[in-house]
Structures are given as structure tokens and as C-alpha cells.
């Protein structure tokens, strides 16, 4: 069974520019949820869905948001890049809540 | 306020020894789910071993076992018999309420030949 794929897998955008990135779960996972890792701010949760909804938001500004399809697949989306951006992006997936997350290898965004 | 503590921010060891990273944490839940992950510097988020908060056993994983003393709230993490490849950071999660994943700091975990 293929894992979690994560696209981009690097990217490199400037201050005020967007991004959007996408996870697609592992086959059966309903359940996608977001981190984004940082050297100064190690791994904070950015969002969880499940079946296109979402179920539970981090603590980070409304420049970031997210969307779940009905395949499962996820995409998150980040408006007015600012350098304090520049991170991994780590996409999770689950069977079920309580279940493991498996997660896929991430997207690194530099902002210059 | 849930939170994790992972006290060793880097670690070195021999090959062939056995390891032990720590991992204490603070909550007021009954039901949780622990987690250990380790990350290569690609940065891929590798599962290596889970422990539900009302497990009696200890869980194994190969080379893998998890030291779970509730009272204490700890869940440390013992690599047996380790290889260079285990040289990566180790990060202790937790899904307090079997919510999202709250993560340690991580330890960077260092096998010399």
C-alpha cells in the first residue's frame, strides 16, 4: 500500500507571495492533519479533517487554511508568505481516531 | 496544560549498546495514545511504536519497546541493540483525548562505530 505523498516536495516563494500544498493519504484514510515544523518552534499542529470537515485547528493566523476533497486528499494553502513561514510542512493520516498517524516526507517552503 | 518533556536534547552512544530516551509528560486525561517517532534527516516522520493509555503491557517493536509507567507519567523509549541507522531525532507524541498529536522537543540520538 503506498504511503502518505506529499507535492511539492521543495519550494522556494518570495514575502507576499501564496502557496497551496497538497497531501493525498494513505489508501482508506479519511482522517488528514497538518504540521509545521520549525528549528525556533519544533512541530506545532496547524489543522485535522476528516471527511471534508474540519475537526480541529491549531493556534496560527488565518493566512493559513485548509481543505479536505471527498477522495481525501488535502490541501493546505498559506496567503501573504512571511520569512517566519519557512518550514517543513508535514501532511498525517489516520484510519480512525485514536489509530496511528502515518506521516508522509514533507514539503520544505523557503521564503525569501 | 498538556504537555510533554523530553529532557535529552542529544544523545551519543555506542553501536551494539542498548538506548534509553525519555519522555515525561503532564495531563489530567485517562485516555491517550503514545507515540514514538524517529526522523532521518530527510525529515520524513518514521511510526515506530504506539502505547494506548490503558494498555497493562509494555508494547515491543522489534528493537523497540516502550516503558510505560502511568503513575509516573513517563514513556520512554528503548532501542536494543543499536545501529548507525538509528542515528536521527527521536520525538515523543502524544494524542492527549485522542485528539491531534501534541509533540516533545525530540532528542537527537547519535550511534558511533
Known amino acids: 500500500k503506498a504511503g502518505v505523498t506529499q507535492t511539492p516536495r521543495y519550494l522556494i516563494k518570495t514575502r507576499g507571495q501564496q502557496v497551496t500544498l497538497s497531501c493525498s493519504p494513505i489508501?482508506?484514510?479519511?482522517?488528514v492533519s497538518w504540521y509545521q515544523q520549525t528549528p525556533g518552534q519544533g512541530l506545532q499542529f496547524l489543522f485535522e479533517?476528516?471527511?471534508?470537515?474540519?475537526?480541529n485547528k491549531g493556534n496560527f493566523p488565518g493566512r493559513f487554511s485548509g481543505r479536505q476533497f471527498s477522495n481525501s486528499r488535502s490541501e493546505m494553502n498559506v496567503s501573504t508568505l512571511e520569512l517566519g513561514d519557512s518550514a517543513l510542512y508535514l501532511c498525517?493520516?489516520?484510519?480512525?481516531?485514536?489509530?496511528?498517524?502515518?506521516f508522509g516526507p514533507g514539503t520544505r517552503l523557503t521564503v525569501l | 496544560a498538556q504537555k510533554i518533556t523530553q529532557t535529552q536534547p542529544g544523545m551519543f552512544v555506542q553501536e551494539k549498546e542498548a538506548v534509553t530516551l525519555d519522555c515525561t509528560y503532564d495531563?489530567?486525561?485517562?485516555?491517550?495514545?503514545l507515540f514514538w517517532y524517529k526522523q532521518p534527516s530527510s525529515g520524513e516522520m518514521i511510526f515506530l511504536i504506539y502505547?494506548?493509555?490503558?494498555?497493562?503491557q509494555n508494547a515491543t517493536e522489534g528493537r523497540y519497546s516502550l516503558n510505560f509507567q502511568k503513575a509516573r507519567k513517563s514513556a520512554n523509549l528503548v532501542i536494543s541493540a543499536s545501529q548507525l541507522g538509528d542515528s536521527a531525532m527521536y520525538f515523543c507524541a502524544i494524542n492527549f483525548g485522542n485528539e491531534k498529536l501534541t509533540f516533545g522537543t525530540g532528542t537527537r540520538l547519535t550511534i558511533i562505530p
Open positions: 498525517a493520516s489516520s484510519l480512525a481516531e485514536g489509530q496511528t498517524w502515518n
Open positions: 489508501s482508506g484514510h479519511r482522517s
Open positions: 502505547q494506548g493509555s490503558y494498555d497493562e
Open positions: 495531563t489530567s486525561d485517562q485516555s491517550y495514545g
Open positions: 479533517y476528516f471527511s471534508e470537515t474540519q475537526r
